[in-house]
């Protein structure tokens, strides 16, 4: 059995896996909308996740900067969509023009973090990142005063969704006998976006930058030693996470239509967090893999233990939102303890955590 | 004037409970470099226990005094074993794991502590039970309440004999020791195991105190009250250079009085008609605040930033290598 599937041997079968996954993903929304389209808008936001666990692999991941403020440039780039995207300035620019400025504000954002911050160390610099996430939250939370920007706590309403030429996503349509609901062709478009940006990983990881990333996170010293230029590949690696949270905040914003500071919280952060590290630093498809465990399980958890408990109890003892955080939490605890590179370790990651804990 | 005096008033009294907090982060850190992430959330813990049970014990007619004391008294012991089985459970076994390891289990471990508290808490808001006669004096026109003096009073007296057992007893000593080095700790007969485990017992008990006294300042507790006090608090240690106990205390106050007197003045200093901008809404005599007092929480963190990149080492911290 295991011989047949050495794809050594028969490189066709890569393939035929790759089919069979691209079959089932576009399929994947019809069957989700036979059982609601609840279940459609959950697939979209982990595939939402799944981007913004992508770009704070980037800096966590392969450059080894841990950023727990990554929610600041997710949520940079929503207010950009949305301020350009909606009566709040009376601004409509098409998605094309506003998802590029989006991701280069973000990436602004992120030089304007890693700037001062290129001398600290892991831990400080963790801390560093959170403060700098809670004060983006705090200023959308007050730019509403002396001149109305963001609209305070009430958020923005109304933001457009993404249109092309009378082709609107945000609408339900009839196509070719297909019932095609707004979250279905946005799912689409999601998963498009989400193919071009684990390509665009993948290229990365491996070439000269990507090595150059991995050896600063390995030994920053011995890298700059080695004529790395450790700055601008630290800023370069902030910046290129902060875009991918840029883009990911414009789709978010569209496909919501509303946004508030409230989506932006530090908690935020360490979900995409725990995503990446449950997953497995540094590893693309385990990060994948991460933030559709952390995106699912925690939605099946909220539709089978309120029945279970309503079933045993008579009542909700606990909120479906706490075992969610309660999930995040033991998700962070435990695989630190017991298998501290992730669920699918990348091999060099799993090399170094495995040497210093032996 | 007046507001001058009364915001150091304030800064101060709101200081020394970051300087009390701020002193678990930074024994932690000081012994184990580690970030003890969850620190915020056993001093909400404290708030919550405490305010618990003076709420049932507020109806009986105790003396207000016999009541605080006892709900401080219920949450000293509680925080305490949640401060050591924290260190057992979750960071003893990642001991010579690399850095970053158990600071993330340190952020698993705030998540779980916080949401437990949720669990039992509720969402809602608890408010202190108006027993406690304020009274107000007046010193050179700042108001300063009966509540202040105590939390002052008893801010200083933690600070001294935390003082006194870091420096003056044998149990101080193998804790100096074993920050300056565990294995030459362990050679010379310290039982480094024990000495973390008080050190984070120890630290869970000031913070049980400072979760009792930010909570009775304040008039409320809330399960997330933990996360932001926490930063602060982190924010003072990291301020007076972080593993420095002394350090920690000045920091605090420091951050107290900066965060007081900045939301006092911001928004005067920050006033474009002030300036002299010409703007429609100045004429009459009106405002244009860019920024008010509402980013208040700004400046822990602004605070903290400037630190790490002018003097990372803080102010009274000693200058570490890069590679720890």
Known sequence: MRQFFDTRRRPWLVWVGFALVGLSLALLPFALAQVGTTWVRIANYAILYVLLALGLNIVVGFAGLLDLGYIAFYAVGAYTYALLASPQFNLHLPFWVILPIGAAVAAFFGVALGAPTLKLRGDYLAIVTLGFGEIV???????????????????????????????????????????????????????????????????????????????????????????????????????????????????????????????????????????????????????????????????????????????????????????????????????MLFRPAGLLPSAVRKRELEEHVA | MDTFLQQVVNGLTAGSVYAVVALGYTMVYGIIQLINFAHGEVVMIGAMVAFTVINLLAPTGLPPLAVVLIGAGCAVPICMLVGYSMERLAYRPLRHAPRLAPLITAI???????????????????????????????????????????????CLTLMASLAILVYRTPLGT??????????????????????????????????????????TYYGIAQYTMGSVLGLKAFSAAVLGGIGNIPGAMLGGVLLGLVEALGAGYIGDLTDLCQWGVPLQACEGGGTFILFGSNYQDVFAFVVLILVLVIRPQGLLGERVGERA
């Open chain 2, 174 to 215: 193998a804790m100096r020791a074993t920050a300056q080095n565990p294995h030459v700790a362990g050679l010379m007969g310290i039982d480094i195991n024990r000495v973390i485990a008080v050190t984070f017992i120890i630290g869970a008990g000031l913070g049980a105190v400072a979760g009792v006294l930010f909570g």
């Open chain 1, 137 to 335: 939250r705090i200023f959308l939370n007050n730019l509403s005063r002396p001149v109305n920007i963001t609209n305070g706590p009430q958020g923005i309403t109304g933001i457009d969704p993404f249109k092309l030429d009378g082709f609107s996503f945000g609408s339900y349509q009839s196509f070719l006998g297909l019932e095609l609901s707004g979250p279905i062709k946005y799912y689409y478009l999601l998963l498009a976006v989400a193919l071009g940006i684990i390509v665009v990983n993948l290229r990365l990881q491996n070439s000269r930058v990507g090595r150059a990333w991995e050896a600063i996170r390995e030994d920053e010293v011995a890298a700059r030693a080695m004529g790395i230029d450790t700055r601008n590949l630290k800023l370069l690696a902030f910046a290129m996470g902060a875009s991918f949270g840029g883009v990911a905040g414009g789709m978010f914003s569209a496909i919501q239509g509303f946004i508030s500071p409230e989506s932006f919280v530090l908690v935020e952060s360490i979900m995409v967090v725990s995503m990446v590290v449950l997953g497995g630093m540094g590893n693309i498809w385990g990060v994948i893999l991460g933030a559709l465990l952390l995106s699912f399980v925690p939605e099946i958890l909220r539709w089978t233990v309120e029945p279970l408990q309503q079933a045993l109890f008579g009542r909700m003892l606990v909120e479906p939102e706490v075992i969610r955080m309660l999930l995040f939490g033991l998700a962070l605890v435990l695989v």
């Open chain 2, 108 to 154: 698993g471990v705030s998540i779980i502590l916080q949401h437990i508290a949720l669990m039992i808490w509720s969402r809602n808001i608890m408010a202190f039970p108006q027993i406690i006669p304020s009274r107000v004096y007046f010193i050179g026109g700042a108001a300063i309440t009966t509540v202040q003096i105590a939390i002052l009073a008893i």
